[in-house]
C-alpha cells in the first residue's frame, strides 16, 4: 500500500498541471491573436501594420477592448457581409478614424475623429463599402488618407 500512495500523489500533481496548461492554452487562443492576422498595407502616404479580423468574434470585437494603437497600425475589415456594414465605438477607449474602401481597394470616404463617447452610434459610408480600416484619430489626416487613395499589399481575387 505504500507504494501506491507515494506514486498517487504525484499522478494527481501531474494531472493537475496538465489540466491547467491546458485551461491556459484555451484561454489564450480566445484572445486576439487566434482572431486576427497582422498585414502590412500602404495607403496614401502612409505605411500600415494591421489586424484582419478571421473571425465573426474577431470581426465583432474589432479594437473595442484595446487601450491604444500605436501611430502605424490599424485594423482592416475584408469583404464585409453588408455593403452598409454599421461600425460603432463599444468598449473603445480611444477615437479612431473609419477609412470606407471599395472593391477595388479605393477610399471611398473617411469620418474623422470618431470618440468612444459617441456608442451607441452608428456610422455607415455614404456610399456602399467592401472594406474598412480603423487608425488612430488624425491619421488620415496626417497621412493624406482620403477619397481616391488606393491600398496596396493585400492580393487575392477579391471578396466572392
Known sequence: ????????????????????????????????????????????????????????AGFSRGLGGRDALAENEGMLFLCLPDPYQKFWMKEMSFPIDIVWIDESFTVLGVTHRVSPESFPDVFTPARPATHVLEVNAGVAEKYGIATGAMVFGLGGDGCR
Not at 500533481?13 to 496548461?21: D, E, Q, R
Open 1 to 56: 500500500m505504500r507504494v501506491k500512495s507515494t506514486l498517487l500523489k504525484p499522478a494527481i500533481i501531474f494531472i493537475v498541471l496538465v489540466w491547467f496548461a491546458v485551461a491556459g492554452a484555451l484561454k489564450y487562443s480566445k484572445t486576439s491573436s487566434s482572431h486576427y492576422e497582422r498585414a502590412l498595407i500602404s495607403i496614401a502616404n502612409a505605411s500600415l501594420s494591421v489586424d484582419i479580423p478571421l473571425t465573426r
